[in-house]
T-cell receptor, first 110, second 112 residues
Framework: SQQGEEDPQALSIQEGENATMNCSYK?????LQWYRQNSGRGLVHLIL?????REKHSGRLRVTLDTSKKSSSLLITASRAADTASYFC??????????FGKGTHLIIQP | SQTIHQWPATLVQPVGSPLSLECTVE??????LYWYRQAAGRGLQLLFY??????ISSEVPQNLSASRPQDRQFILSSKKLLLSDSGFYLC???????????FGSGTRLTVV
């Protein structure tokens, strides 16, 4: 798999606002995943979007995928303090391991 | 249901000492297993992965080794730790053919 590049590296917003983070990658993929990591914990899978999908929702999360631009975005609506975490994208992937970048560190201010 | 156990949660070891971190998965058979390391301010680095007992693939040459003595057990080892081995070590598993990875809670290793 290839490494995605998350942008921005850090994001601080007020509770209740929406948070948007982006992921860019370099070569064609069959799918892309987003994971969350709370401080000092393991990663938790959030959502997987396939290359034939343009948008996918899960609760307050909305993920888009633009294969022509080789980019994806993760939108968290109505943010909460508990959303404070680092978010990682993982383009492609298989049995030989997912590759992660440095992630976007999201801070939700009360 | 499937669960993944990783221990210990924290570890402080002197330079030159050996290391053994263990990861076990319950509730599934023949999982793909992975070891990652996360150094401060850096992304996750894939260290090893295994698609079956005794099958280990190394992604990065380093001071570490991995073994899979049983189907659901994955061990990360070192004979002599270096300061640069400090970091947060994560074990993960996936079902063969699936793309979603499930991570353990991690081990914070500090080499002093």
């Amino acid at each position: 798999s290839q490494q995605g590049e998350e942008d921005p590296q850090a994001l601080s917003i007020q509770e209740g606002e929406n948070a948007t983070m982006n992921c860019s990658y370099k070569t064609s993929i069959n799918n892309l995943q987003w994971y969350r990591q709370n401080s000092g914990r393991g990663l938790v899978h959030l959502i997987l979007i396939r290359s034939n999908e343009r948008e996918k929702h899960s609760g307050r999360l909305r993920v888009t995928l633009d294969t022509s631009k080789k980019s994806s975005s993760l939108l968290i609506t109505a943010s909460r303090a508990a959303d404070t975490a680092s978010y990682f994208c993982a383009p492609g992937g298989g049995a030989d391991g997912l590759t992660f970048g440095k992630g976007t560190h999201l801070i939700i201010q009360p | 249901s499937q669960t993944i156990h990783q221990w210990p949660a924290t570890l402080v070891q002197p330079v030159g000492s050996p290391l053994s971190l263990e990861c076990t998965v319950e509730g599934t058979s023949n999982p793909n297993l992975y070891w990652y390391r996360q150094a401060a301010g850096r992304g996750l680095q894939l260290l090893f992965y295994s698609v079956g007992i005794g099958q280990i693939s190394s992604e990065v040459p380093q001071n570490l080794s991995a073994s899979r003595p049983q189907d659901r057990q994955f061990i990360l080892s070192s004979k002599k730790l270096l300061l640069s081995d400090s970091g947060f070590y994560l074990c993960a598993w996936s079902v063969t053919g699936a793309m979603v990875y499930t991570f353990g809670s991690g081990t914070r290793l500090t080499v002093v």
